[in-house]
């Protein structure tokens, strides 16, 4: 048989489920957070803003990791740079949301 196994399969679909169910709930706590982030009205709008949108940039890049991340499982040729591509992601999208929180408090 040529081809993933189907157990290579369910692997990568439960990935990209577990992964888009877990970054659903991290979007509605963060963007929540961000969102109250200056009920003190202390900040410029501008500021408020800066924060919401760096925030959804990096929760996408972190979402969006999960294309390669599950096509790593049953890709098997492709899986060392698709691990690569998926780690990638992930980091560049937490230090975004790291950056634009420190950034905010500046």
């Known amino acids: 048989m040529s081809g993933p196994s189907t157990l290579a399969i369910l692997g990568g679909v439960a990935f990209i489920l ?24 202390k900040l410029t709008p501008e500021k408020h803003v800066a924060l919401l949108i760096a925030m ?26 698709l691990t690569w591509i998926f780690g990638g992601m992930v980091g560049t999208g937490v230090v975004v949301q790291a950056i634009s929180f420190a950034l905010f408090f500046m």
Do not use: H, Y
Request: hydrophobic share 65%.
């Open 18 to 41: 577990v992964w888009l169910a877990a970054s659903a709930g991290w979007t509605v706590l963060q963007m929540s957070a961000a969102a109250m982030g200056n009920d003190s009205g």
């Open 56 to 81: 959804a940039v990096g929760i996408a890049l972190c979402a969006l990791a999960v294309i390669p991340g599950g096509l790593a499982f049953f890709l098997v040729e492709k899986r060392a740079l």
